[in-house]
């Protein structure tokens, strides 16, 4: 593996987006976020209705990576051994031999994750943590490259199951993907127009321009990136804050503070510096916590969203010069 220049990653970076950007448009925020998720190690949950693209910007931003991609659709009836494999026995060999489940790639989307029950759903809870599962007594390694890209409903919507607070904070991000606006809709609508009918010829081929290696290379950059004790004081404060607010009923954990400050990293060097800001914490902030926090009843019966709650706290911690 080779040293990787800044300038070197924001090549990398910009392939990447001008690859999606084939068969994605007006997301150009979730991509990026996307993208430092990537690079801090973490995975994301993208929460919108349907028909927002959701399943197609997490297939295309797989496509754009050299990686293994593979792809569960969570349903009702989905077991934990359909997401991780089992040991069957051969009868010809008499030994028992692992047959893997769609858990062992690079990439992973797992697609509407909260139509399938809490159970299987928490299938995934120690490959999000560790990288690795347990199969019958046995522990199983992911690799250093796995990723988790889950789409969701909103929970109001029939059918779906809230995902369990433990599975929740092992997301890095949760992403609100919305209806793009009309001009980007007109737009999208206008291409459509002049292509065929069939759904296989309506998306460019993607390529992929991000190999392992770069991978492994730009994600040492980050690491050579350290946080001022400003930086970070400044990120545990507002994480402190979410678990004294009145509006909220559960705050952000420990685990919380360290992803976002892992997610500041590779902001940073996104953005083309070796160094964070204040505005990369309050950038990443509300990605980072809105799926953590559980709000009060009071906060509830006013109608307030986290995201709301989120940004008053910001606006009142003060932030370092």
Known sequence: MTDMTLEQFAERASALRAEIAKTVQG???????????LFARGHVLLEGPPGTAKTLL????AAALDLAFGRIQFTPDLMP???LGANLFEFNTGQFR?????VFTDILLADEINRAPPKTQAALLQAMNERVVTI???????GDH?????TQNPIEQQGTYPLPEAQNDRFLFKLLIHFPDRETELSVLTRHAALSLDFTARTEPIDAVLAGADLDAARSLIDSIRLDEKILAYILD????TREDPEIREGASTRAADALAAAVRAAAALDGRDYAIPD?????????????VILGPAAEIEGRTPDEVLAAIIARIEAPR
């Open 81 to 83: 051994g359909d997401v």
């Open 280 to 292: 990369d914490v309050q950038a990443l902030f509300a990605p980072a916590m809105r799926h953590r």
């Open 136 to 142: 019958d007594g046995e522990d199983h390694a992911l």
């Open 146 to 150: 796995f990723q988790v890209i889950a």
């Open 98 to 102: 692992l047959v893997k489940g769609p």
């Open 238 to 241: 507002l994480v402190r804050a």
């Open 58 to 61: 997490a297939r295309s931003f």
């Open 27 to 37: 997301q150009g925020a979730a991509v990026d976020q996307l993208l430092i998720a």
